[in-house]
């Protein structure tokens, strides 16, 4: 069973800061298989990271992904104010071809 | 333009069957696999099945293996969620999402709510 922990569960800052966040796998996986979302309230998930490091057509460069082996981490350079909002990472699983969700991180204003 | 649009979600007792389709536009819907993800109130995501191309290939997440069935009409440009003996906790916004073939998610539906209460 694939598990993903994400950690902080919640993350208070003000706009202009560096925001962090972490997702850490049960087991070694591939860095293609990582990719991160962020979701505002109400609306659906967006792809923001894939491929651990690779941004999504559209992505500001404010977001960046790295990681390797079982620890990746999702960075916000400077936090504008629309980047408030709750933050997932999802593992590919290749045998059977399964999809798993971290439980998110929310990212709210301090 | 990507889009995907659910419908089928409403109100069903605990026990009954409930059948999302979600129509596809915007992209060679026959060239990618699809999933439904769900998301309960005020929870986190959670993938529940996957189907690949030609329907070959099915996957579930194992708290609906036996009640869920995912399907697909490439003709249609149309996916399917058919859910039986529905609980509780299978009360959720429903997503339809396409694959992008490099093992991740990409385009997501507006989704659809599915609420089991008697």
């Known amino acids: 069973e694939i598990v993903l922990t994400q950690s902080p569960g919640t993350l208070s800052l003000s706009p202009g800061e560096r925001a962090t966040l972490s997702c850490r796998t049960g087991q070694s996986v591939s860095s293609s298989y990582l990719a991160w979302y962020q979701q505002r309230p109400g609306r659906p998930p967006r792809l923001l990271i894939y491929g651990a490091s690779r941004r999504a057509t559209g992505i500001p460069d404010r977001f960046s992904g790295s990681g390797s082996g079982t620890d990746f981490t999702l960075t916000i350079s400077r936090l504008e104010p629309e980047d408030f909002a709750v933050y997932y990472c999802l593992q590919f699983g290749s045998s059977p071809p399964e999809y798993t969700f971290g439980q998110g991180t929310k990212l709210e204003i301090k | 333009e990507v889009q995907l649009v659910e419908s089928g979600g409403g109100l069903v007792q605990p026990g009954g069957s409930l059948r999302l389709s979600c129509a596809a536009s915007?992209?060679?819907?026959?060239?990618?696999?699809m999933s439904w993800v769900r998301q309960a109130p005020g929870k986190g995501l959670e993938w529940v099945a996957n189907i690949k191309q030609d329907g070959s290939q099915k996957y579930y997440v194992d708290s609906v293996k036996g009640r869920f069935t995912i399907s697909r009409d490439n003709a249609k440009k149309s996916l399917y969620l058919q859910m039986n003996s529905l609980r509780a906790e299978d009360t959720a916004v429903y997503y339809c999402?396409?694959?992008?073939?490099?093992?991740?998610?990409?385009?997501w539906g507006q989704g659809s709510l599915v609420t089991v209460s008697s």
């Open positions: 915007g992209f060679t819907f026959s060239n990618y696999w």
């Open positions: 999402a396409t694959d992008s073939g490099d093992y991740y998610i990409d385009q």
